[in-house]
Structure formats: structure tokens, C-alpha cells
């Protein structure tokens, strides 16, 4: 459900008088208070080993809880993307990222609890210390190396990742076959 249609009540006077202006502004009747919805900043990083495999992991959590994403989450507020990226992978996997190279971007629609967030995501290239000492955690299940070629795009939980990950796959967007 889109937040226009969800949030109803005011935050700042509590009236249910807090509707859709637009498909992006909700306003007070009561108190005239204005809401802006915007994009939500997120991260996903592409990884590559040594064979040339793509890095994926399975969500343990929902949305999509069991399908295959790229490592990667929502930027904090006051956080630069660069930061952000380096820290999903070390909250997520528990690496620490040696270089990254910004790649792409894409958009997504992200439900959550009954609300949809709209999201910018970041694509970044990214090389880390040590592929040895990947070992999944947080909102992460499980990890898998698999040959760019062999994925399946239906198992892959969001459409912007699969939009990237199809590009990489048709020779769009730059994939190096070794790291």
C-alpha cells in the first residue's frame, strides 16, 4: 500500500484530516503540516571471486524472506553511500571491502509491513580483504558463488536487482571475469 493511502492521522495534531495532495505530498486540513515522500536511499554490492562467480545470498527476512538478493541494505540517515556499502557487507557477511567502484543505479518499489517505500538503489563493484571469512548474518540466511550465467532471475527477490543483474548477464554493465 502506497504511504499516501496509508497514513491517514497528522503527526503533528493527531487529526484525521492528513490527506494525498499529490502521489508524493500529504497535507494536514486541520493544521496544514506538509509530508514529503521521498526516495529511500539503498545499497547492493556486486562481488566477484576468483572463478569469476557472482556473490548472492538468500534473505533470511522478509519482504522475499528465501530468494536470492545481492548483499547490500538502506543507507542511514547522515551516511554517505560509500559508507553504507561497507557496512552492509560487514554487518551482512562480515567483510571488510578493500576498493568499490560505483556501477549503476536502478529504482525499486520495497513492501514492508503493508507500506511500500520507493528506493533509489546504488549498485557498487566491490573487492574485499578476504573471501575466506564470508560468513553470513544479520537479515542474511546464507551465501552462494554462482556463474553469472547461471542465475535465475526469477529466484532473485527484487526487480531492480534482477534489472542489474540481467545487464551484467547481456554485457550492458561492466562484469569482470576475475577479480
Known amino acids: 500500500m502506497h504511504p499516501c493511502q496509508r497514513f491517514i492521522y497528522c503527526p503533528k495534531c493527531g487529526a484525521e484530516a492528513f490527506e494525498a495532495a499529490s502521489e508524493k505530498h500529504l497535507v494536514c486540513k486541520a493544521c496544514g503540516f506538509e509530508y514529503y515522500i521521498n526516495a529511500a536511499g539503498a545499497v547492493a554490492a556486486v562481488i566477484v571471486n576468483e572463478k569469476g562467480e557472482l ?65 533509489l538503489d546504488l549498485f557498487w563493484l566491490c573487492t574485499v580483504a578476504s573471501t575466506e571469512v ?14 553469472l550465467q547461471d542465475i535465475d532471475l526469477d529466484h532473485i527477490a527484487f526487480s531492480s536487482i534482477r534489472r542489474v543483474i540481467a545487464q551484467l548477464q547481456q554485457g550492458k554493465l561492466s562484469y569482470p571475469s576475475k577479480p
Not at 560487514?90 to 517505500?117: A, I, M, P
Not at 548474518?137 to 546464507?142: K, L, N, P, T, W
Request: charged share 30%; proline share 4%; glycine share 6%.
Open 55 to 119: 556473490l548472492v545470498v538468500v534473505r533470511a527476512r522478509d519482504p522475499d524472506k528465501g530468494m536470492l538478493d545481492l548483499p547490500g541494505g538502506f543507507i542511514d540517515p547522515g551516511e554517505r553511500a560509500e559508507d553504507a556499502v561497507d557496512r552492509e557487507l560487514h554487518e551482512e557477511l562480515g567483510v571488510e571491502v578493500v576498493s568499490r567502484q560505483f556501477l549503476t543505479t536502478d529504482v525499486n518499489s520495497y513492501t514492508y509491513k503493508e507500506v511500500t517505500y520507493q528506493t
Open 134 to 147: 564470508i560468513c553470513a548474518a544479520d537479515d542474511v540466511e546464507s551465501y552462494q558463488w554462482i556463474a
